[in-house]
């Protein structure tokens, strides 16, 4: 996952924003895999539950981007 330069395209960030979605899912689907049986790895958990949260922090940016509120500083 690499920064995102604000200069970047709305297409560009757009397709930024769909690939950052689909590691998102894919992270909570192996997650929710991993719990289901007590996980040999606590770690991994771990690093993975973390690179979620990182990315759903890094969609938001996007997101605000892209959609910026004109309200939010109102």
């Known amino acids: ?12 960030l757009q397709a930024s924003l769909v690939e950052l979605r689909i590691e998102h ?5 192996a997650i ?6 007590p996980p ?3 770690l991994l958990l771990r690093r993975l539950k973390k690179r979620k949260l990182l990315i759903k922090d ?3 940016v996007l997101e605000r981007m892209l959609d910026p509120d004109p309200d ?3």
């Not at 920064?3 to 970047?8: F, K, Q």
């Not at 929710?32 to 049986?37: E, K």
Request: hydrophobic share 25%.
């Open 1 to 12: 996952m690499e920064p995102t330069d604000t200069s970047d395209s709305p297409e560009v």
């Open 25 to 29: 899912r894919d992270l909570d689907a």
């Open 32 to 37: 929710s895999r991993m719990t289901l049986t």
């Open 40 to 42: 040999e790895d606590q």
């Open 58 to 60: 890094r969609i938001s």
């Open 72 to 74: 939010e500083y109102a």
